[in-house]
């Protein structure tokens, strides 16, 4: 009788298990995309990851978590690129090859601009109460300014008129 190897399986991994979901949400919660996540060679794809967000309420709970964590990873990484100036300059040349100053590389100050406004709306929509847009409720008044609670309390009243014995309708007579 001959042995059989087991043969060694091809493809991703698609068997779930409690330590493949806590690698999956440890990067996600780095700040890694789960795009990025499934892309490496041992981890499965991106289908099989929402098929166990759809069946797995644990697995879900975790994610869930890992995504929340993962807002917090995006602002660091935003605080990282604003202060690295790297690549900002480029030392400009004539045509001896002699350096004669610097110019800013526009290019590259975009792209990092870029990268921190991604960056910032992910983290506003992972983390509203955190990192969202102030909503003013107030439209532009304290609630206990005094002016603002004379005009609530005046809405909807009507008051009187007087005319004035000039024939004018100033309530004051001038």
């Excluded at 790297?86 to 601009?113: A, P």
């Excluded at 609630?143 to 009187?160: E, M, Y």
């Amino acid at each position: 009788m001959t042995a059989r190897k087991a043969k060694k399986k091809l493809g991703r991994p698609t068997i779930y298990t409690p330590e493949l979901a806590a690698r999956i949400c440890a990067e996600l919660a780095c700040g890694k995309s789960l795009r990025t996540v499934c892309k490496t060679p041992d981890m499965p794809g991106l289908e099989t990851v929402f098929r166990w967000l759809r069946e797995k309420p644990e697995f879900r709970d975790q994610y869930e978590h890992a995504k929340n964590e993962s807002a917090d990873a995006l602002i660091e990484e935003m605080l990282d690129i604003a202060d690295d100036g790297t690549n900002d300059w480029m030392q400009i040349y004539d045509k001896d090859g002699e350096n004669v100053g610097w110019k800013l590389n526009g290019e590259h100050v975009q792209r990092s601009r870029l990268r921190v406004d991604v960056r910032k709306w992910a983290a506003s929509k992972l983390k509203p109460k955190k990192y969202g847009e102030r909503v003013d409720l107030n439209h532009g008044t304290q609630p206990d300014d005094p002016l603002a609670a004379l005009i609530r309390s005046v809405q909807g009243s009507s008051f009187p008129v007087r005319k004035s014995t000039s024939g004018s309708d100033d309530p004051e007579g001038a």
